[in-house]
């Protein structure tokens, strides 16, 4: 499966992005997908992930209640709604792919990687 992460950009603190992942190839839908982001001289570490069926989700703990994954099976897309901005979010996103049903946290856990978008946030 081949991923496609956009909706990055620069934006305020406090303000609101919202990034999407578009998969193509084999079927989106049999697909675990999580988000990632690595800050400049950090390691990549989780952000959120959803199951194929949507019914197990899982975040970061310094994301939780400001962003929202969720994904369009049909569009074969998973989106990220980031609210309440915060300058450590800045990072560049990565999307992923996993073969199962659930809501995998571990980097190596997922098999297909999109290339990234940045997000900035300027306090």
């Known amino acids: 499966v081949q991923l496609q992460a956009s909706g990055g950009g620069l934006v305020q603190a406090g303000g609101s992005l919202r990034l999407s992942c578009a998969a193509s190839?084999?079927?989106?839908?049999?697909?675990?997908m999580g988000w990632f982001r690595q800050a400049p001289g950090k390691e990549r570490d989780f952000v959120a992930g959803?199951?194929?069926?949507?019914?197990?989700?899982y975040y970061t703990d310094s994301v939780k209640g400001r962003f929202t994954i969720s994904r369009d099976n049909a569009r074969n897309t998973v989106y990220l709604q980031m609210n309440g901005l915060k300058p450590e979010d800045t990072a560049v996103y990565y999307c992923?792919?996993?073969?199962?049903?659930?809501?995998?946290?571990?980097?190596?856990?997922?098999?297909?990687w999109g290339q990234g978008t940045q997000v900035t946030v300027s306090s």
């Open positions: 959803i199951s194929w069926s949507g019914g197990s989700i």
């Open positions: 992923a792919a996993a073969v199962g049903d659930y809501a995998y946290t571990m980097e190596a856990s997922y098999s297909y």
């Open positions: 190839g084999r079927t989106f839908s049999s697909y675990a």
